[in-house]
């Protein structure tokens, strides 16, 4: 698997349910690698994602390619009131971080029993997709 694998399962599972659109950004330096929309019944809900993939899950997480420049991307795009997360992959299990863990991601400070496992919700080894926009809506 690779953070491109990650991106296609994450586009044919998440695309019905809305815009997923992804973005090479070489103007903003951190900017993710997902634009998303979706509609819901308390409107639509707009923001990015991070992809991120590992061959397996470390305690405490760590993602090996998470960068400064991503973190404080992260952390003024929440400041100012938008939306983000992080879609990792470690192995085969599927995990989505809040933009505001950047800091915690970058600095090693979320041990892996209190990572949010998103495919507890259904079969660990198919895409979580109906947990994952459940959180994308809220």
């Known amino acids: 698997m690779s953070e491109e694998a990650l991106w296609i399962q994450a586009r ?12 090479e950004n070489r103007v ?7 634009l998303y929309t979706l509609g819901g019944t308390k409107g ?23 960068t400064l420049e991503q973190v ?20 085969r299990g599927y995990y989505l971080f809040g933009g505001w863990d950047a800091r915690r991601l970058f600095e090693r400070d979320i041990p892996a029993d209190h990572a949010p496992l998103i495919s507890l919700a259904c079969d660990p080894f198919r895409f979580p997709t109906n947990a994952i926009i459940r959180e994308l809506r809220r």
Request: glycine share 12%; charged share 20%.
């Open 12 to 23: 044919e599972n998440l695309g019905p349910f809305g815009r997923f659109v992804r973005v």
């Open 28 to 34: 903003d330096v951190g900017f993710p690698d997902v």
């Open 44 to 66: 639509p809900r707009t923001g990015l994602i991070e992809l991120k993939h590992e061959a397996a899950m470390a305690n405490p997480v760590l993602l090996s390619i998470l």
């Open 72 to 91: 404080l991307w992260h952390e003024a795009w929440i400041k100012a009131g938008g939306r983000s997360y992080f879609l990792c992959q470690f192995g």
